[in-house]
C-alpha cells in the first residue's frame, strides 16, 4: 500500500515544482485529529496521481518558513507552482476537500495545456461523478462556460444544514453524472461569487442552464427536491441565446 512520502528542505522543491499536485502536511506529529490522520493515510493509498506527503518543520526550518508554518498542524495543496489549498489544524473532512480541489485544479490546466498543442481539450470529455469546488477565479470556466446545465450548493464548513445536504449531492453527482454538473462553493472563501449572486443565507441551492439562473433558493432540501429540480432543469427549455442576450448579461453581472 502506498504511503505518504517524507519531505525535508532539501527535496521540498522537487515536489513542489514537480508536474503532479501535491497534498503535504506540515506537522511534527503532535496535535493531530484521529480522524485526519485516519483520511490522510487513505488519501496516500487511493491517490496514485497525487503526491502526498508529510514535512516535519521542526526539523526543516526553510520549508516551515516557506509555508509560514507554526506549531499547529498544517494541510497544504500545491498544484503548478501555487498554494491551492491550506488548511491549519485540519480535520478528517478537510482530506478529501483538498484533494477534490487539486483534482479541479489539474482539470482546470488540461484545456490550456490541449490548446497550446492543437489538442481538444481534455476537460470537453470528462464526466464529473462527484461535486466539483469551484471559485471565484474558476466559475467562468466550471459553471458559465460548461456544456451541462450546473446545480451550485453555497456552502461552509461551518454550517450544520450544508454538513447535512453533502451526502446526498455526492449520490446525485454519481446519478446524473454526464446529465448535470454539481458543483459547490465555498462562501467564505469565494467572497466575490458570494456577493455576485447575493447569498445571504446557506446552503443556496441554484441551478444555471446556458448561462442562465434558472433557480436559486436558500435552505436543506430533502433528496426527492433535488431529483425534482435536476429533472426539471434537464428538461427545461430556453429560447435562443441571442433572444435573451441581455437577460443573460443581468444575470451573470449580479
Same mark, same amino acid.
Given at each position: 500500500?502506498?504511503?505518504?512520502?517524507?519531505?525535508?528542505?532539501?527535496?521540498?522543491?522537487?515536489?513542489?515544482?514537480?508536474?503532479?499536485?501535491?497534498?503535504?502536511?506540515?506537522?511534527?506529529?503532535?496535535?493531530?485529529?484521529?480522524?485526519?490522520?485516519?483520511?490522510?493515510?487513505?488519501?496516500?493509498?487511493?491517490?496514485?496521481?497525487?503526491?502526498?506527503?508529510?514535512?516535519?518543520?521542526?526539523?526543516?526550518?526553510?520549508?516551515?518558513?516557506?509555508?509560514?508554518?507554526?506549531?499547529?498542524?498544517?494541510? !497544504?495543496? #500545491?498544484?503548478?507552482?501555487?498554494?491551492?489549498?491550506?488548511?491549519?489544524?485540519?480535520?478528517?473532512?478537510?482530506?478529501? !476537500?483538498?484533494?477534490?480541489?487539486?483534482?479541479?485544479?489539474?482539470?482546470?490546466?488540461?484545456?490550456?495545456?490541449?490548446?497550446?498543442?492543437?489538442?481538444?481539450?481534455?476537460?470537453?470529455?470528462?464526466?464529473?461523478?462527484?461535486?466539483?469546488?469551484?471559485?471565484?477565479?474558476?466559475?467562468?470556466?466550471?459553471? !458559465?462556460?460548461?456544456?451541462?446545465?450546473?446545480?451550485?450548493?453555497?456552502?461552509?464548513? #461551518? *454550517?450544520?444544514? *450544508?454538513?447535512?445536504?453533502?451526502?446526498?449531492?455526492?449520490? !446525485?453527482?454519481?446519478?446524473?453524472?454526464?446529465?448535470?454538473?454539481?458543483?459547490?462553493?465555498?462562501?467564505?472563501?469565494?467572497?466575490?461569487?458570494?456577493?455576485?449572486?447575493?447569498?445571504?443565507?446557506?446552503?443556496?441551492?441554484?441551478?444555471?442552464?446556458?448561462?442562465?439562473?434558472?433557480?436559486?433558493?436558500?435552505?436543506?432540501?430533502?433528496?426527492?427536491?433535488?431529483?425534482?429540480?435536476?429533472?426539471?432543469?434537464?428538461?427545461?427549455?430556453?429560447?435562443?441565446?441571442?433572444?435573451?442576450?441581455?437577460?443573460?448579461?443581468?444575470?451573470?453581472?449580479?
Amino acid at each position: 500500500m502506498q504511503e505518504a512520502i517524507v519531505l525535508t528542505d532539501d527535496t521540498l522543491d522537487a515536489v513542489l515544482q514537480g508536474d503532479k499536485p501535491a497534498l503535504i502536511l506540515v506537522s511534527n506529529g503532535e496535535g493531530l485529529r484521529g480522524d485526519f490522520a485516519a483520511a490522510f493515510k487513505k488519501a496516500a493509498a487511493e491517490h496514485q496521481k497525487i503526491t502526498v506527503a508529510k514535512l516535519d518543520p521542526s526539523a526543516n526550518p526553510k520549508a516551515a518558513a516557506r509555508f509560514d508554518a507554526g506549531s499547529k498542524p498544517l494541510l !497544504l495543496g #500545491w498544484f503548478n507552482g501555487q498554494e491551492v489549498v491550506r488548511r491549519s489544524r485540519p480535520w478528517g473532512t478537510d482530506v478529501p !476537500l483538498a484533494v477534490e480541489m487539486l483534482e479541479a485544479a489539474v482539470r482546470e490546466q488540461q484545456p490550456a495545456q490541449a490548446e497550446e498543442n492543437g489538442e481538444t481539450p481534455v476537460s470537453q470529455m470528462i464526466v464529473d461523478d462527484k461535486p466539483v469546488h469551484v471559485t471565484d477565479a474558476t466559475f467562468e470556466a466550471e459553471v !458559465l462556460s460548461h456544456d451541462l446545465p450546473v446545480l451550485i450548493d453555497f456552502w461552509a464548513e #461551518w *454550517c450544520g444544514p *450544508c454538513r447535512m445536504v453533502a451526502p446526498t449531492l455526492e449520490k !446525485l453527482a454519481k446519478e446524473y453524472a454526464g446529465k448535470v454538473r454539481i458543483a459547490k462553493v465555498n462562501v467564505d472563501e469565494n467572497p466575490g461569487l458570494s456577493q455576485a449572486f447575493r447569498i445571504m443565507s446557506i446552503p443556496t441551492i441554484m441551478l444555471i442552464k446556458q448561462r442562465t439562473v434558472v433557480f436559486s433558493q436558500p435552505g436543506a432540501l430533502p433528496e426527492a427536491a433535488f431529483r425534482d429540480l435536476l429533472n426539471q432543469l434537464i428538461a427545461l427549455e430556453l429560447p435562443p441565446r441571442d433572444e435573451q442576450a441581455e437577460a443573460e448579461s443581468e444575470a451573470v453581472e449580479q
